[in-house]
């Protein structure tokens, strides 16, 4: 009995009163009470990786709690399965010349039937060659790869949902009516009663962002110093951007996942890489980390072209069949959703913006077009729609024209060529304002570069939007072809920069207390990391050249927004002033839009800052929809638009009569060579 109460003093945290209680009560139900003692406390007492577990927080409340996330886990290992068991069937285990009535049927039947057409399994399984079985065994132990994953997911999550339901006291059946903010408050109120981070009684919004997007923001960073993506100067296309999930996926586990890599935990980089001394070392170690990476790569590209191949045609036949147009809908590229992305912003909180803009950047691009190329469409449609109309008339007088060979493959084929050309054809209804129109959209992605501003009408502002604003066809190309050129950039674009990298890290992680080394980008320290073209003093940011400097106002913007995003965040009281007075005069920028005497090129358009409970269709990437697309209040997000807009204003105000071109990343700072 001594042994349990001191069991229960040991584990529990409550004052000696308390114990005395418990004690008192362990004749009865000694078992129960030190269960209880132990679960309410120490289970969530000290988390070894903190970051791990707010990351599974946060996607527990996306992915809309434990059975949503189980099913997702599950129909994803069913798809993969269908994809490789569907793939063998079409190609092993159809009768194609019985199909296509190039043989004759047995026993001079007329009609095809389904057994006609499918092969007995035998028959197939015999007509698999060595190479295929070994795929097959390949694709096998990848799809066992996945099931052990599903299964250590849905353990974690099964605990997380004990940490909802027992310590944050949400149920899942009530956890939609709760916003991620709603979430987070109460992470930070359980935070002192249970002591998840022991280095640090309280945490704070800016430590949970900290935490949940550490690598993301180092990939911000580097992106907004030019050190990423790779970019590649094609003939007669110019500079190419290219930013894939594939290389994307490598890139983060060398630098963040990797034994090899920078890091050697979630929170923590490795010591070698705070020594200035080392980094001719580190460099060459991870120089030759990246070539065998990209060796890998390569090996194993024929592979994963196949199944990029395969999964897009499936993803997308069906689709574009439907929607002939849907091709040439555009979305937000990888890249795009990198650079306009603020430090410390959740994904939602992204989604919820570019969707926004969405509509407002079709606008701004559908403003352009080629005569030439309008001309040559506009005759090409009509030429295709009368050619189509005939058909269908006929087909409406006599239904027995739909079985004439061919014909419904010359209906869907005029079909896509009238779409295509309807999108060749400019909207005479978009007045010619450009530089309206990309005002507007700067409302909702506030990032703007300078050499744009005045130029949004010509042919370089608007293939440099392209670049953020892609069709779904050139990204869809960009992802086939992937497997195929991403071994290459490994070697010839990554592995040349081991040394900037190393620097990189070396120079911009700094160490916050209860929360490890971050990206000093990350902090929103614009004394240390702002850049004096966005002030209106420069006493308050510290003399810095442009290599410590956030490009484009990227730490100014980040560190507004996260203000209006977290209303009950304080920021340190060194920026106070300029956080302060950017809210004022956003403000009063807000009541001038009002002001029917404002000069009108001055104004934004009010669709851009009409926000409804229905957000713009983004097709941006294939999980969105799995997340919740909340953001900021009307509120907020406004004066977010506002602040932005001023902010820009202020900066071309500043260096209008003095502005000169700012050279690259690339002339400008030691980082890139």
Known sequence: MADRVTYAMQNS?????????????????????????????TRWNHIEDLDAFLRKV????????????????????????????????LVYGVDYPILFKDKPLMNNATKVTINDVVLPLHQMLNRIGFWVWLILVIALFYGLGKVIRATLHAKHFYDMKQF?????????????????????????????????????????????????????NYFIAMVNKNLLPPRMKLPLIGEVVYWTQGLQFNVRMLLFQSPWGPFKDSWHLRDEYKKLSLRQDLAAKLRNSILWLAFINLIFSPLIFMWQLIYIVFENAEVVRREPNHLSVRHWSPYGRFYLSHFNELDHELNTRLMRAHRLATRYLAAFNDPVVAVIARYIGFMAGAILTVIIALTIYDEDVIVVEHLLTVVSVLGAIVAICRTLIPDETIPWCPDTLLSNVLAHTHYLPAGWKGQAHTTKVRTEFQQLFQLRSSGILEEL??????????????????????????????SVTGVGDVCSFAQMDIRKHGNPEWHDTRRTVQQSDQYTQGEDGKVELSLIHFTHTNPSWKPPIEVLPFVESVHLEGSVLANSMTNPFVNQNDRLDDSSLRFSSRLESDPMSSSVHRSRLEGPNETSARDMSYSARYLHDRHSRLFENSYVVRRSVQEDTPLLH
């Open 164 to 216: 909802y339901n027992t310590a944050l006291k949400i149920d899942d059946k009530n956890l939609d009516n709760l916003t991620w903010h709603d979430v987070q408050q109460k992470v930070i109120t359980v935070q002192t009663e249970l002591s998840m981070c022991v280095h640090k009684r309280e945490l704070t919004e800016l430590d949970i962002y900290h935490r949940i997007l550490r690598q993301r």
């Open 58 to 89: 946060y996607e527990y409340h996306q992915g809309h709690g434990f059975v949503c996330i189980l099913l997702q886990e599950i129909f994803d290992i069913i798809q993969f399965l269908f994809i490789i068991f569907f793939s063998l069937f």
């Open 13 to 41: 945290r409550q004052n000696y009163a308390s114990l005395q209680e418990v004690a008192a009560e362990v004749d009865d139900e000694p078992t129960v009470i030190v269960h209880t003692a132990e679960t309410s406390r």
């Open 481 to 510: 072809l992937s497997p195929i050129l991403t071994p290459f950039l490994l070697m010839m674009y990554v592995a040349p920069k081991s040394l900037d990298i190393v620097d990189f890290f070396h120079n911009f992680t700094v």
